[in-house]
């Protein structure tokens, strides 16, 4: 059974930062993508941050220089360190684990708001 487990949303100042983890199971997770995406009120789903299985990474460019996307293969986990955190970054944060044509799986999501 796949299952996707997010942690360490919250609540934050802007200026501040977050650390989000993302546990996986049930995949063969070296071989996976993995992505973060979030999803603000009355907006659709983006894409945050990926990361091959070889530790290529891409961000989109509202986050460029401010997170950080990591995995450890050994723990099945990828990371999101979230540095300098806006206002605008207020979202629920999914994370995504995708594989060819036969795996997409979703966490459940877990808040992240930042105030003014």
């Known amino acids: 059974q796949v299952q996707l487990v997010e942690s360490g949303g919250g609540l934050v100042q802007a200026g501040g930062s977050l650390r989000l983890s993302c546990a996986a199971s049930g995949i063969f997770f070296v071989a996976s993508t993995m992505g973060w995406y979030r999803q603000a009120p009355g907006k659709q789903r983006e894409l945050v941050a990926a990361i091959t299985g070889g530790g290529s990474t891409n961000y989109a460019g509202s986050v460029e220089g401010r997170f950080t996307m990591s995995r450890d293969n050994t723990k099945n986990t990828v990371y999101l360190q979230m540095n300098s955190l806006k206002p605008e970054d207020t979202a629920v944060y999914y994370c995504?684990?995708?594989?060819?044509?036969?795996?997409?799986?979703w966490g459940q999501g877990t808040q992240v708001t930042v105030s003014s």
């Open positions: 995504n684990a995708h594989q060819g044509t036969w795996l997409d799986a």
